[in-house]
């Protein structure tokens, strides 16, 4: 083996016991991040961490995770964010690999955190939702007008005449694809999450197969967002559906006063 596939093959780890923080953010929030020049230092947020003295330490609530963003964002994008940590996972290592395939242990994952717009900005978060889904529902489809009217464009080119003929004569009766066959292409995350408030606005209470038929996605990508976005109600008489987090029907229902 040569010193430069044997060295491409190994593993750094030297920072494999360092702890590391896995946190899932909202999409506005991670393009906002890679939009941010690798070669600027400035740093793209910076988390406080609350400490309440007058609760146990071993109680949750005593401590709080925010995070800011350092600069101004276009929009409607809220500057605060809630974190919410968790401990209970699946032990997890982080790993990188360079643009020559070298490959190191970048530490382990000691918390997560699940990241939701304070709720000082739950209105701005809210407006941000409904630009997103008026920008969803406009139609870039567009009708164009030839102005040559004869229909010299729709003519048959010389030679294909008989080669139209043959095919014509050959053609079998193609069996309709049922809709269950057909490979359902994933949405954008946030043009989802914009048409799932969109169907919330029209009923409070959803089944998940409801929902992968309104929006024609992928079960298991719709149960993505729903966990993120709802509560599944395991009793009562909206067993067995999903209704909006209380964080996220304010703006809801904001939306449809308006």
């Known amino acids: 083996m040569d010193d430069d596939e044997g060295s491409s093959s190994r593993v750094e780890t030297a920072k494999a016991d360092r702890s590391v923080w896995l946190m899932k953010c909202p999409v506005v929030v991670a393009k906002s991040w890679q939009s941010h020049p690798p070669s600027d230092p400035t740093p793209v947020a910076?988390?406080?961490l609350s400490l309440d003295p007058l609760r146990p330490p071993d109680d949750p609530s005593a401590l709080q995770f925010t995070m800011e963003m350092a600069g101004a964002e276009p929009g409607h994008v809220p500057n605060s964010y809630s974190l919410n940590m968790s401990k209970d996972f699946v032990p997890m290592c982080i790993f990188s690999?360079?643009?020559q395939g070298k490959v190191?242990?970048?530490g382990k994952v000691e918390?997560?955190?699940d990241m939701k717009p304070h709720s000082?900005?739950?209105?701005?978060y809210g407006r941000l939702c409904r630009e997103r889904t008026s920008k969803s529902m406009v139609k870039n489809r567009q009708i164009q007008v030839i102005d040559n009217d004869r229909g010299v464009h729709m003519r048959p080119m010389?030679?294909?005449l008989g080669i139209i003929s043959s095919t014509t004569k050959d053609k079998k009766k193609t069996q309709p694809v049922k809709q269950s066959d057909m490979k359902r292409t994933r949405r954008d995350r946030g043009e989802l999450e914009d048409i799932m408030f969109k169907l919330f606005e029209r009923q409070p209470n959803w089944a998940l197969k409801?929902?992968?038929q309104e929006t024609d996605q992928p079960a298991q990508f719709?149960?993505?967002?729903l966990n993120d976005l709802c509560v599944y109600n395991k009793r009562g008489a909206n067993q067995g559906t999903y209704e909006l987090k209380p964080e996220y029907k304010k703006s809801v229902e904001d939306t449809g006063a308006e």
């Open 111 to 113: 918390h997560k955190f």
């Open 97 to 99: 690999e360079t643009s």
């Open 120 to 124: 000082d900005n739950i209105e701005e």
């Open 158 to 160: 010389p030679g294909m």
């Open 46 to 48: 910076k988390v406080v």
């Open 222 to 225: 719709v149960k993505e967002i």
């Open 210 to 212: 409801q929902l992968v």
């Open 104 to 106: 190191a242990a970048e």
